[in-house]
Each structure stands twice: as structure tokens, then as C-alpha cells.
């Protein structure tokens, strides 16, 4: 008989039987605690009985992936759903506003997804749409790589330490506004560090090491063929880890992705404890007493950390183009760049006139004068208006150096997405763009 | 007398551990105090300080993956050859015929492990406020924890010496020949160049220096080989030394001021 889904091997099937077995597991668990919470009495409809439906399903799912007959019926995604869902958010500007938007929307609604419930909700659609969309050819070819595995593992390790976070603050927030002891302050008796503590310790290392022996024996360590400076791999990717940084190649040249930018992350990680006067919030979870702090470093590590290291692992394919989660990463997709110069803005669009040509510094100059003006603007003249303006409660508490070394760590920040929305926008290339001097931004 | 309280009561055991078992209070407290590897820790702490939905442990488990790359990083040592004629050879064997070749699967997954630790370590240290008074140096020496944990596993990856290794490590140095007045694609550079002096160049400058030659080559491996078993962890390993006494001097772990 034939395979209707030739790629879907025996293994594969057997994988996602494991996979929704521990699905199965969780919410079997899950099922028991909410038929504990329900009680004797309810009203209506139990609601354990909804997830013994939801877990019941589950468990068909896993005996039916463990015994899948070879001309089956196969659950997986429709290609209705895959293309539209490729062809929307095949755009790399879209995806980064997309997850500026996931922050905002994590941290306004902060109350509401801090329950258990909603929590448990959101895991298991983001479980079943891996596991569905893992049915798929190309996005197996990407999540499944040995090196790629770490990466899903720490956006779901993220999101539960993001998660836990905003429930311990808000649960904080609402104490200290009715005036009871914080969270961290209750029942906080000294005790001994033997045994209380260095037991967890050992069971720590126990699990862990078991952990990595497992993770040794499931994942082989990648080996490709011996290195060859003549075959050019095409996508060439740095380190996982720095993904985030080449990601920033697109919009900027590697002076300043590769060397400044990544200084100024560092310096300015380093600055934090300078910076930041606000002496509320030392040693407890909160977000009210400290929001502004707290919402720049989730915006630094969400949106412009974590996001564009997975944009950069596993969406971007062949010549750094992006696709779409179940597409072919085909070497031939072009995609059209007619990206423009702020001086041609200038000179040609604005003026009227052809663009100065010359080598000669003076020439140079005033060619690239607008953006030049514009940067020095950016960096010398927003800050004392910012101080005298919105930040001035800021500029009054930390006094001129400390806050000139703020604000420019800030717009230092705020370059990306500017000019990822002037590329977006206008398909500029260059603000200021002397490449004679490899002087580009 | 059963035979392990002979063993207790004998010279031996009572010149290794100074103390009787820590069964009662008084011999919990002395166990701490005398004993080398416990003695990082404080006697007592707040209940709070140490939960785990409070401090995630990622520091420890941070530390204790260095100790497990330290390890397994020693077993490699004995069987790898940083030439180019041996290293991809050497690893392959690793892959397909060593015993105990999973030790390289181990140090692959905990480097990966402890990129990610270190950063979630970070994110509590900053959600919970604990870099403010009186802890504002320790972050600064975490944040240097972080660039050295960065650099240990870029130079790692090049060991393979296979496709994936090479082109990782070209993208990530090519970098280096645009940093500004040092590389030859940076900008400012031809302030060195003047009056016919070519200082920087590209077997002078900064990607040079990192590569020990114009392309990753045999001078790239060794280097990148020297700095990943050697010179950084010994700096690593200076740095933690420092940390770890920092948050002992600096109030101990986090808990609410």
C-alpha cells in the first residue's frame, strides 16, 4: 500500500505519540486538580468534566499515533491553513511589531493571564499547534535540528519564568495597595542552610545531570562535513546566541551591528545599577513600584533579544530571506530590495536635484548633510528636550551625567525598530550612507 | 558496634570530617563552618530567599554546568587533537566509536543549557531588584560572567573544525573587520593609514588578532582552542570566585530590604 505521507515515517508518528502521551499526562493531572477545585456541589456543568473531554481526545490522539495504520487518515494542518498563515506573516518587520504588541498586550493584561487557568489554556494551543504543525515537512526540518531543540525548549522555559514573574507581582502589587505584607515577607523564618537548603541543592544536580545524560543519548551533537573554506553554506549563521545580533546585519552594517551595538548592550547592562534610583522594588517581585524599569529590560529581552534569535533560527532561510514556518527554504525565493539613501530622499525627491558627485570630503559632507544633522539631532539635542519634557521627573532625580548616559542608552535602544519602520515605510537604506569611508547608519 | 560506626569513630573519617553527623543543631551549624565546600554558604537563611518559585536556582544550576563543562571539557582534552588534520577525524570517533563519546553530547547540550541560564539567571537578578544597593558591582561582575560565558562557547564552537563550525565562526569574526578604527572594513580606520604607513590592514587588525591570520585556519583553531580550555576558564573561574564572596558581603541572597 502507499504512503500518502511520505515523509511522515514510522519514527515521526512514534514521536508525536510520545509527544501527545505527555500531553495526555499533563492534563490527566490537570483534570484531577480541577475536579478537586469543583467540589462536591457546582453549578451547571463541571468543569472537570470539560477537560476529561479535552484529555480523553488526547489519549485517542496518542494510541491512534502509536498505531497509525499506513492509509490512514493523518491529523495534521490543511494546506488552507499553512499558506495564508506563511503568505501573512512572511514578513520579518510584521513578526517584530507582532511581538511588541505580545508584550503589551502580556503586560496590560497582566491579571488576566496570571491565572492558572488562562495559563494552562494558552500552553496547551501552543502545545497542539507545535504538534499539529510538527505533521509538517519543512517546519520539522527546522525545529527538529539537534541545535534548534535548545531554542523551542527555552521559549516555553521563558514564558513560564515570564509568567511566573507577573503572577508574583501582581500578586505583590495587590498586596502592598491594601497594605499587607509582601509575599516574600510571610512566614520568612531563618532556617538551616543544612538541611533546607542544601538538599534541594543535591536534588538539583541529580536531576540535572540526569537531564543532560538523557538529552546526550536522545540528541546526537551535530556533525556536518569537514570544514571547507571553498563550499560557502548557504544561510552562513553565527552561533545560535548571536542571532539576535546578525539579525540587526539587515538594517544596519556590522560596525555598528556587530561592534557598537552589542558595546552599548553590554556597557549599558553594566549602567543598570547606576541608572536606575528607584529605591522601591529591592529584593521582591513587583511591577507597579518599578513598571518603567521593568517594562525597558522585558522590552530589551523579549522583543529584541529572545524574538529575533528565534527569527533568526528558525525563519530565516537561503541569502538571510525570510519564510514562513512551513515553507520550503528554497535558494532561488528573491526577494525584491530597492532600498534608498536619505540623501537621494534629499537631493532628488526633495530638491530637485542630482545627487553631489565626488570623492572630496567637503563633497561627502554635504551630501550626506541631512542625515548627519539628523543624527547629531538624535543623539545631542532629543536628550536635554526629553529632560526638560516627558522625562523631567527623571532628569530632577538623577542629575545631568546620569541622565545624559540614560537617555542616550535609551535612543541608543530605539534604533532598531526606528529604522526598522523607516525601512518598512520609505525602503530606506541609509540615513547617513558614506560607504567610501564604511561609514554607514 | 556495627561496622559503620567503627568506621565513624575511626581516625580516619574523624580527620576527614571535623565533626559528628549533622543529625542535631548544633552539629548542622558546625558542618557548614567546617567543611570547605559548604562553607560558600551562609548557616541560616530566610525561608523566602531560598523558594525555589522565588530564586529559580539559575545561578546554581549555572554554576553547576560550568563544573559539568569543566568536566566533561577534561575528558575531551585527553582525546582531541586541535590540527587540522585531527580534529574533525577526532570528533567523528567521538561520534561513532569512543566509549563514553557521549561526553561530547553532554558538553554540546550544557554549553547550550548554560547560555540560557545565565541569561534567566539575569532576568530574575533584574525582576526581583536585586541589583540595587548594596549589589551594584556583583552585577557588573555577572554581566562580565555573561560575555566570558559568550566567548566560551563561541571558541567552542569551532573544535568540530566541520562545515558548521567554520562558517559560525567566520560570520561571528567577520564582525570584527568593521570595528571601527581597528578593522579594515571599519570606519576610521584610514586615520592609521596615513602618510603612507598602512597600519591597519588585514593581516593587522583586529580580525587578525582574533584569528591569528587572514581566514580561520590552523592559527584560528589553536588560538580559539588555548582561549576555550585555558585562558578563559581560568578567568571564569577567578570571576565566579568573586561573585560567590560579593553575595556573601553583600547582604547575602536577595530578600526584600
Known amino acids: 500500500m502507499l504512503n500518502p505521507h511520505p515523509d511522515l515515517t514510522a519514527s515521526v508518528l512514534i514521536g508525536l505519540g510520545w509527544y501527545y502521551l505527555l500531553l495526555f499526562i499533563m492534563n490527566l493531572c490537570w483534570t484531577i486538580r480541577s475536579y478537586k477545585e469543583d467540589g462536591e456541589y457546582s453549578n451547571g456543568l463541571p468543569k472537570a468534566a470539560v477537560w476529561a473531554v479535552y484529555t480523553s481526545i488526547l489519549m485517542m490522539m496518542t494510541f491512534y499515533h502509536f498505531t497509525y495504520p499506513p492509509d490512514g487518515f493523518l491529523i495534521s494542518l490543511p494546506e488552507a491553513f499553512k499558506a495564508p498563515f506563511d503568505r501573512y506573516f512572511s514578513n520579518p518587520v510584521l513578526y517584530f511589531f507582532l511581538s511588541i504588541v505580545g508584550l503589551w498586550v502580556m503586560i496590560k493584561g497582566r491579571e488576566w493571564w496570571t491565572q492558572p487557568k488562562v495559563a494552562w489554556v494558552l500552553l496547551n494551543v501552543s502545545l497542539l499547534f507545535m504538534g499539529l504543525s510538527l505533521t509538517d515537512y519543512d517546519f520539522r526540518q527546522i525545529v527538529g535540528k539537534p541545535d534548534n531543540v535548545p531554542i523551542v525548549a527555552m521559549l516555553f522555559i521563558v514564558a513560564f519564568f515570564t509568567w511566573i514573574y507577573f503572577r508574583r507581582s501582581v500578586d505583590n502589587d495587590r498586596r502592598i495597595a491594601e497594605g499587607r505584607p509582601l509575599f516574600e515577607q510571610e512566614d520568612n523564618e531563618k532556617v538551616l542552610v543544612w538541611p533546607d537548603l542544601v538538599y534541594t541543592e543535591l536534588i538539583c544536580m541529580v536531576v540535572l545531570t540526569a537531564v543532560l545524560i538523557f538529552w546526550g543519548i536522545a540528541l546526537k551533537a551535530p556533525l556536518e562535513e569537514p570544514a571547507s573554506s571553498m563550499k560557502t553554506p548557504n544561510p552562513s549563521k553565527a552561533p545560535w546566541y548571536f542571532l539576535g545580533l546578525q539579525e540587526m546585519l539587515v538594517y544596519f552594517d556590522p560596525w555598528l551591528a556587530g561592534v557598537v551595538l552589542p558595546s552599548i548592550i553590554l556597557g549599558g547592562l553594566m549602567a543598570v545599577p547606576y541608572i536606575d534610583f528607584n529605591k522601591l522594588g529591592n529584593g521582591y517581585y513587583t511591577f507597579k513600584q518599578r513598571s518603567f524599569a521593568v517594562t525597558t529590560f522585558l522590552f530589551g529581552f523579549l522583543p529584541l533579544w529572545v524574538a529575533l534569535i528565534v527569527l533568526g533560527t528558525f525563519l530565516r532561510g537561503p541569502n538571510w530571506n525570510f519564510f514562513g514556518i512551513y515553507e520550503y527554504w528554497d535558494v532561488h525565493k528573491v526577494e525584491a530590495a530597492n532600498n534608498v539613501n536619505l540623501s537621494e530622499f534629499f537631493w532628488n525627491g526633495l530638491l530637485q536635484q542630482s545627487v553631489p558627485k565626488g570623492t572630496g570630503v567637503g563633497t561627502i559632507l554635504v551630501r550626506e548633510l541631512p542625515g548627519i544633522l539628523l543624527i547629531i539631532a538624535y543623539f545631542a539635542i532629543l536628550p536635554p528636550i526629553m529632560g526638560l519634557t516627558i522625562l523631567r521627573k527623571y532628569f530632577v532625580r538623577m542629575g545631568v551625567l546620569r541622565f545624559l548616559v540614560f537617555s542616550n542608552l535609551i535612543l541608543w535602544m530605539a534604533i532598531l525598530p526606528i529604522k526598522m519602520l523607516l525601512r518598512w515605510a520609505f525602503a530606506l537604506k541609509y540615513i547617513v550612507g558614506i560607504p567610501e569611508w564604511f561609514f554607514n547608519i | ?257
Not at chain 2, 37 to 58: D, E, N, R
Not at chain 2, 173 to 202: C, D, H, R, W
Open chain 2, 1 to 257: 558496634m556495627s561496622v559503620g560506626d567503627y568506621i565513624r569513630n575511626s581516625q580516619i573519617w574523624k580527620s576527614v570530617f571535623r565533626h559528628p553527623a549533622p543529625t542535631d543543631r548544633r552539629n548542622r551549624v558546625v558542618v557548614m563552618l567546617t567543611n570547605f565546600f559548604l562553607h560558600l554558604h551562609p548557616v541560616s537563611v530566610k525561608q523566602q530567599g531560598i523558594a525555589l518559585s522565588y530564586t529559580w536556582c539559575m545561578g546554581g544550576i549555572t554554576f553547576f554546568l560550568f563544573l559539568v563543562e569543566a568536566i566533561t571539557g577534561v575528558l575531551l582534552m585527553f582525546y582531541y587533537r586541535p590540527t587540522l588534520e585531527f580534529a574533525f577525524q577526532d570528533i567523528q570517533a567521538l561520534r561513532d566509536v569512543t566509549t563514553l563519546g557521549i561526553m561530547r553530547e553532554i558538553h554540546r547540550w550544557g554549553a547550550h543549557a548554560m547560555v540560557i541560564t545565565v541569561w534567566l539567571h539575569m532576568y530574575r537578578v533584574f525582576l526581583t531588584g536585586s541589583y540595587k544597593p548594596p549589589r551594584e558591582f556583583n552585577w557588573v561582575i555577572g554581566v562580565l560572567l555573561l560575555v566570558l560565558t559568550l566567548l566560551l562557547s563561541f571558541t567552542g564552537d569551532l573544535l568540530p573544525w566541520d562545515q558548521l563550525a567554520i562558517w559560525a565562526i567566520t560570520v561571528g569574526s567577520n564582525m570584527a573587520k568593521a570595528t571601527p578604527f581597528l578593522g579594515v572594513e571599519g570606519p576610521g580606520f584610514q586615520v592609521f593609514n596615513t602618510s603612507g604607513y598602512e597600519l591597519i590592514t588585514n593581516g593587522s587588525d583586529a580580525r587578525f588578532l582574533l584569528l591569528g591570520g587572514r581566514f580561520v585556519g590552523e592559527a584560528t583553531l589553536n588560538r580559539f582552542y588555548i582561549l576555550h580550555c585555558v585562558a578563559i576558564p581560568l578567568v571564569v573561574s577567578g570571576l565566579i570566585a568573586i561573585h560567590f564572596w560579593r553575595v556573601r558581603k553583600d547582604g547575602g541572597i536577595s530578600q526584600p530590604l
